[in-house]
């Protein structure tokens, strides 16, 4: 008895488990929302239809991982914007280094966590990838 | 229905392909499947007169058979097993001494 | 149809054991015998003697035979045939004299085969079936042979274990 | 003389069919049960439900690559998968899944043949299921597949006598070894009310001869990394994990048969022709369900821990039972 009542203990618990809602998210068509903290993808953003970073190479600095590039320009009248700006994001950890650098808040880590691609290169978000995003 | 001699000359066959077997063959476990082979020939022509001459005993001795089998089976491995610890041989020309 | 299956199974039961003389390797032998075996249950059961080919397949190819292969992969002696087996004048004599027994064999078949009919006819088989007539027999006649096949079985397995234990 | 066989052939093409159809869907119930018992969904994909899954698992494995190790044993190696299936597939052949029935004017009886050893024919076809899985292991030249079948070979060995013990106790009571006589001795009281005991003793050692979990030690993934079948891959490992499931099948059949009466309702309950095959078919689905319940249940064992359970605890309550029962029937005939 000693031997056999906690085997049907088992056996009962598994049953009752089995009768019980599954809590797996059927992905694509039920998403899970992620947290109001989640950092996913990066964005540049942007005011007045023009990207508020002035390429002044922080994040370039901070980013522990090495993943940005930033190349900068000036317009004719004086202002300098980021004439390429490239995030490696398959290299990226996501740790919001930039965006806390940033002393002109133009970038950002959004909730967006669904980004997949064939190649390596179309991981190497571009400005206007970013930018659009 | 078979032809009784069909059976008995098929036992005759295997039983001689297992005394050839024991005398060419050199590995211990391979002499003691020549060995049921043998036992099994035997079985065969039982099972044969048995069916033959409508009698039972042929059967039983069958059995008697399968049991010696079986525990001979049993014991000879057991020796192969001591052999092979005590002198890493299976081969029957390596254990011909009679002193270790 | 009867005789051309059994004829199929004599002609896999006489390959086996050519297999078994022929294979280098242990296992390989131990395969063809295990065919042989179950060929030879199936040539019983076409002498109607179902019993016998359920503890054919039973005892000998699901028990000794997977005794005998889980020694041979026990021991891993896969590879100790490979050095040449001489054909010396005694193995050469002895395979002769083996041809010469099969032959002695097969004379009395010309001769007939003479012995006192059992009862076990069609109708006795159709009523009690075999195994019961069997094991009627066994139970009663042959009462003694049997307990002392199971003492046999038990030395055996005392034997094996007394033999094969490192220590007791 | 023709018809006979015309029957019997197309009994047999019809059995296998449906037998190899009922493997494929095990494996999908099993992957559903075992993930809702987990609290999750299973495979729900392919197909409403997921039911074309097995279909995409067959054609995913006749595509694959099929390697043979450098080393291994080449005949050894290809046959294993052979005589694994083969026997498992062979012991439906004298299941009855059902009484008669009438078509065209002839009584057709639902089993491939009826063998007054068909219990024999079992143990023996079990006895060589064993080859499939301990050359496997062997052929494929790897350490752990080597151990994979040894265990097997040990296990199944021991487990052997047991489940024969068992099955004698229910010998005893039904007085044949014809599968539907034993059938047919059970309309009032199935046997596993009159045979409590061996019911429990041949689960149990029913279990350990098929390599289920809790006793599926040749597999083992933990340890062994899959065991006898590691090197196996496309066609070949399919065979072995076929050959795993007809066993289960017919393992459940079996017990449907010896234990719980086959296709009759307990009690005395008259089954109408009609209800027999289903009542059959539902017992059976039972014990799978259980079988697949269990296996998310409970943890594998220890080796020794099952070598000790088999030779120190199921070898004499069978032997115990046989005692029992044998006075008991002896007192009452």
């Known amino acids: 008895m000693a031997v056999i009542t906690p085997l049907l203990k088992g056996l009962a618990f598994t049953l009752k488990r089995f009768f019980s ?26 005011e007045n239809g023009q990207l508020k970073c002035v390429a002044c190479g922080l994040c370039e600095a901070v980013c522990p991982a090495k993943v940005i590039t ?20 398959t290299r990226c950890i996501f740790c919001g280094y930039c965006q806390e650098a940033c002393p002109k808040d133009a970038i950002e880590l959004t909730r967006n966590y669904e980004f997949c691609g064939y190649t390596r290169e179309e991981f190497h978000m571009t400005r206007d990838v970013l930018a659009r995003n | ?62 059995f008697f058979v399968m049991t010696v089998a079986a525990a001979e089976a049993a014991v000879g491995l057991a020796i192969v097993v001591c052999l092979y610890r005590a002198r890493r041989a299976v081969h029957a020309d390596e254990i011909s001494l009679l002193k270790g | 149809m009867t005789l051309a299956i059994f004829f199929v199974f004599a002609a896999f039961a006489v390959l086996g054991g050519i297999g078994v003389l022929l294979a280098r390797n242990p296992i390989h032998s131990a395969l063809s015998l295990v065919g042989t075996m179950v060929s030879l249950a199936g040539i019983y ?15 000998y190819a699901g028990a000794i035979m997977t005794l005998i292969v889980f020694v041979i992969m026990l021991l891993d002696v896969r590879h100790e045939e490979a050095e040449t087996e001489r054909l010396g004048f005694a193995k050469v004599f002895g395979m002769v004299l083996a041809g010469l027994m099969v032959v002695v064999l097969l004379v009395p078949l010309a001769a007939g085969l003479t012995g006192k009919p059992g009862g076990m ?30 003492v046999l079985l038990l030395v055996g397995l005392v034997g094996a274990v007394a033999l094969a234990k490192k220590r007791l | ?8 052939i197309l009994k047999v093409l019809v059995v296998f069919g449906v037998l190899l159809f009922v493997v494929a869907y095990t494996t999908w119930l099993e992957r559903r049960v075992l993930g809702r018992i987990q609290v999750r969904h299973g495979p729900n994909r392919v197909g409403f439900q997921g039911l074309l899954q097995p279909l995409a698992d067959g054609l995913k494995g006749f595509f694959k690559e099929d390697i043979v190790p450098a080393n291994a044993d080449k005949i050894v190696y290809v046959l294993a998968p052979v005589l694994s299936i083969v026997p498992a597939l062979m012991i439906v052949a004298v299941i009855p899944f059902g009484d008669s029935f009438q078509l065209f004017g002839r009584e057709i009886t639902m089993r491939i043949t009826d063998v007054n050893v068909a219990l024999l024919y079992i143990l023996g076809l079990a006895g060589l299921g064993e080859y499939g899985v301990m050359l496997g292991g062997w052929a494929s030249n790897n350490r752990y597949g080597l151990l994979g079948s040894l265990r097997t070979a040990a296990q199944m060995i021991s487990y052997e006598l047991a489940l024969g ?38 689960l149990i050692c029913g279990l350990a001869e098929i390599n289920r979990t809790p006793f599926d030690m040749p597999e083992a993934e933990a340890e062994l990394a899959c065991g006898f079948n590691i090197e196996y891959s496309s066609m070949k490992f399919a065979m072995f994990f076929m050959a795993e499931y007809a066993h289960l099948i017919s393992l459940a059949m079996i017990i449907t048969c010896l234990f ?9 309950i008259p089954t109408p022709g009609l209800l027999k095959f289903p009542v059959f078919l539902a017992k059976v689905f039972v014990l799978v369900f259980f079988f697949i319940w269990e296996r998310g249940t409970f943890p594998r064992l220890r080796y020794d821990q099952i070598m000790r359970l088999g030779w120190k605890w199921l070898m004499p309550l069978a032997l115990a039972n046989i005692f029992v029962t044998g006075v008991v029937v002896t007192a009452v005939a």
């Open chain 1, 21 to 46: 809602k599954p809590i797996t998210y059927q992905y694509p068509e039920q998403k899970r929302e992620p947290s109001e903290r989640w950092r996913g993808l990066h964005r540049l953003k942007t």
């Open chain 1, 70 to 89: 930033v190349e900068a320009k000036e317009t004719p009248d004086g202002r300098r914007f980021p004439n390429r700006f490239v995030v490696e994001v």
């Open chain 2, 1 to 62: 229905m078979i032809p009784f001699e069909y059976s008995m000359g098929l036992s005759a066959v295997l039983f001689g392909l297992g005394v050839v077997g024991v005398l060419v063959r050199r590995n211990v476990i391979v002499l003691l499947m020549c060995v049921e082979l043998m036992l099994n020939a035997v079985n065969l022509a039982f099972v044969t007169v048995a069916d033959h001459l409508n009698s039972v005993e042929g059967l039983l001795y069958v």
């Open chain 3, 45 to 59: 059961l076409l002498h109607h003697a179902e019993f016998i080919f359920a503890i054919q397949l039973m005892v």
């Open chain 3, 121 to 150: 006819t069609e109708e006795v088989l159709a009523r009690v079936g075999s195994v019961e007539f069997l094991s009627e027999k066994l139970f009663t006649t042959y009462l003694l042979p049997f307990e002392i096949a199971s």
């Open chain 4, 1 to 8: 003389m023709l018809d006979f066989l015309i029957e019997s």
């Open chain 4, 165 to 202: 013990l068992t099955l004698i106790s229910v010998i005893m009571v039904s007085g044949s070894l014809s599968l539907v006589e034993i059938v047919n001795t059970q309309t009032v009281w199935w046997n596993a009310f009159k045979q409590p005991l061996a019911f429990f003793l041949f």
């Open chain 4, 260 to 268: 719980l009466g086959g296709w009759y309702l307990p009690f005395g």
